[in-house]
């Protein structure tokens, strides 16, 4: 019976999106563009964020074969317990997030040493606190490559800001319903194997251009994989948010060409414009559209911004608050649930989401008046 008014739940919401957009558009014009939006997307971001992954995995994995991942998490450790009320060896944890994307840290906790610094409640909130800084370092140099500076790095001291009340909310509710948490130890099942610190046999010692060299391979593959899994986000929530977010074409027709849509979110923003503007600053309502998609996937979110560019709907604020929702939220909707439960505390999904919900507008709040300090200072 379930899966009976679900399905029908589901076939009336498909049915209702494309009978209004092809009721809107026409019929042939929508599938038009439909393809066309896609494939653009795929040529012109797909690839290019895709290039990025490269490029940062390389830098990443050469930062790990060199020791500057060691030392970065020696320098960020005194911060963990203060601000985010975890063990100090939480801090690797944000760094690997920062280089690579949110499932990073579930490889951390799996590993016996590491978790064993942990309470059950801190454990379980490291969901939360990976998911913040996830592709941090590839959004950050995707804002840089638009052309934009001071404002990415605004952003990511708004993610941080973010973080830290996303960690602190989610461990709030944990221990609210689970108090005994508090006093027991994060629990590895046996299946887990000590994946970090397990005892291999040593390598035979390699040139300084061979390791590199090997680096810089390894870690470029590994970019090759996390672009090939942003292109079904970007290609399939992107073109369905850009045909609810652009208009017809100049001419006011709809001609089936790339990036046209009913204008349907930018409708619903302008009724309250006044509290978007009021939070995030944002100047047009066609902006809205980048948070909602980063709830999905953040990389779908920033194929958003090239054409958002194009149009002259973006400014500095806007990408000040893009980058700190963007690396906050980093696609939590959709990896929130999975990581809980490799975890095993899947019940507790409903309460990280909750929690990482207001960490990512907090942190859209403080971007925007951190960007709105830095120009009355600079300018």
């Not at 990415?152 to 993610?159: K, M, Q, V």
Request: charge should be neutral.
């Amino acid at each position: 019976m379930k899966k009976t008014v679900s399905g029908i739940i589901c076939l009336l919401i498909v049915v209702g999106l494309f009978s209004y957009m092809g009721i809107k558009m026409g019929a042939a014009p929508m599938l038009n563009t439909v393809m066309h939006t896609a494939h653009d997307l795929l040529l012109n971001t797909c690839f290019y964020l895709m290039a990025i992954c490269v490029i940062t995995g390389a830098i990443g994995k050469v930062f790990v074969e060199f020791g500057v991942v060691d030392l970065l998490e020696k320098l960020l450790r005194p911060l963990m317990r203060p601000l985010f009320n975890l063990p100090g060896v939480a801090s690797l944890g944000a760094v690997m997030t920062f280089l690579s994307d949110n499932p990073a840290i579930i490889t951390l906790s799996r590993d016996r040493r590491f978790s064993s610094y942990f309470k059950k409640y801190q454990f379980i909130s490291l969901t939360n606190f990976g998911t913040a800084f996830g592709m941090g370092l590839i959004v950050i140099i995707f804002m840089v490559g638009q052309g934009f500076f001071a404002a990415p790095l605004i952003g990511f001291a708004g993610a941080f800001v973010g973080c830290i009340v996303s960690t602190r909310l989610m461990q709030h509710f944990i221990l609210k319903e689970y108090p005994q948490y508090a006093v027991e130890d994060a629990d590895v099942s046996d299946r887990h194997q000590d994946t970090l610190v397990e005892k291999v046999q040593e390598p035979e010692p390699q040139s300084l251009f061979v390791r590199i060299l090997n680096s810089l391979l390894d870690g470029g593959r590994g970019g090759v994989d996390i672009g090939l899994a942003i292109i079904p986000g970007v290609l399939i929530i992107s073109t369905l948010v850009m045909m609810l977010t652009f208009g017809p074409s100049a001419n006011g027709t709809y001609t089936g060409a790339a990036y046209e849509g009913t204008q349907a979110l930018p409708w619903l923003a302008s009724q309250v414009d006044w509290l978007f503007n009021w939070l995030f600053g944002f100047s047009d309502p066609h902006q809205i559209a980048f948070p909602i998609t980063a709830l999905g996937a953040v990389g779908a979110a920033l194929g958003l911004v090239p054409g958002f560019q194009a149009q002259g709907w973006v400014d500095g604020n806007a990408i000040a608050v893009f980058t700190a929702i963007g690396m906050c939220w980093s696609g939590y909707l959709s990896t929130h649930t999975a990581m809980l439960d490799s975890l095993g505390y899947r019940e507790l999904t409903s309460k990280a989401i909750i929690s990482h919900t207001i960490g990512g507008i907090c942190a859209a709040i403080f971007a925007h008046w951190g960007y709105w300090l830095f120009t009355l200072f600079a300018g």
